[in-house]
């Protein structure tokens, strides 16, 4: 799964990457790296609005959410969802099925290795976008109690390439990051359920995709993590003699 991600670049950058313009309230600085588990503020794309970022936090709230204990217990449970369930998972299936679909920009996410009982962090981007698209879902949820539309996302994860499978080697999984054609065809397409279902199946080119390690100050509750510093690359001895993990 992807519950860690960075978005290391200034304001303008972003705006024009995607002809997109954030509001002026959102004092957008580079992320180095967020945490899900944070539900942080995110700049997001909407198939509804393609042309403004919104600032949406991470980890969706369902509409049908009664309470705001509620929203606070299902916010950690929904922070990525499996793309091939999206149609069927009570969670996701509103938002699917009204194509609330969103794109999620990142310069790049992490993820662990797992040798025995050490894990390994990594940091992995696409080495031909400086700047890509995860896919996601969006929805706003009517708090009962104060009336207010809260807008949420979810992340989309599809089976790894053979990169992502080697170092994310328990679970085998990747976000749906997507390539140029995709990004306009899950933004601005009418996809029905098979297309949209076979566009998110398919995993990013593991040779267009960068990947390190780095130091495990990602995962430190002594020192700041969302500073440049977190990703500079470290070497480990014990994964000298592992070539998959590295392009």
Excluded at 180 to 206: F, G, H, M, R, V
Excluded at 227 to 239: D, F, I, Q, R, W
Aim: overall charge neutral; hydrophobic content about 35%; some cysteine.
């Amino acid at each position: 799964m992807c519950f860690h991600k960075s978005l290391a670049i200034k304001a303008a950058e972003l705006e024009a990457r995607y002809g997109a313009s954030l509001p002026e309230s959102a004092e957008f600085q580079p992320i180095y790296h967020a945490n899900a588990y944070q539900f942080p503020t995110w700049p997001i794309i909407t198939k509804q609005d393609p042309k403004h970022f919104q600032m949406i936090h991470w980890g969706l709230i369902p509409r049908w959410t009664k309470s705001s204990d509620d929203a606070s217990d299902i916010r950690t449970k929904t922070i990525n969802a499996r793309s091939e369930t999206i149609y069927e998972k009570p969670s996701f299936r509103g938002a699917a099925q009204a194509g609330k679909r969103c794109l999620i920009p990142v310069t790049g996410f992490y993820e662990w290795y797992t040798s025995g009982s050490k894990k390994f962090p990594f940091y992995i981007s696409t080495s031909d976008q400086k700047i890509a698209s995860i896919a996601g879902l969006w929805d706003e949820w009517p708090d009962p109690e104060t009336g207010e539309l809260v807008p949420t996302y979810t992340l989309l994860t599809t089976e790894a390439n053979p990169l992502l499978a080697a170092i994310h080697n328990t679970k085998k999984r990747m976000p749906c990051v997507l390539t140029p054609d995709e990004e306009k065809a899950w933004l601005y397409e009418d996809l029905n359920e098979d297309e949209a279902l076979a566009l998110l199946a398919k995993p990013y080119p593991a040779k267009k995709m960068h990947s390190y390690s780095i130091s495990k100050r990602i995962t430190s509750r002594k020192e700041p993590s969302d500073v440049p510093e977190v990703l500079v690359p470290m070497e480990y001895p014990e994964l000298k003699n592992q070539p998959a993990l590295f392009t």
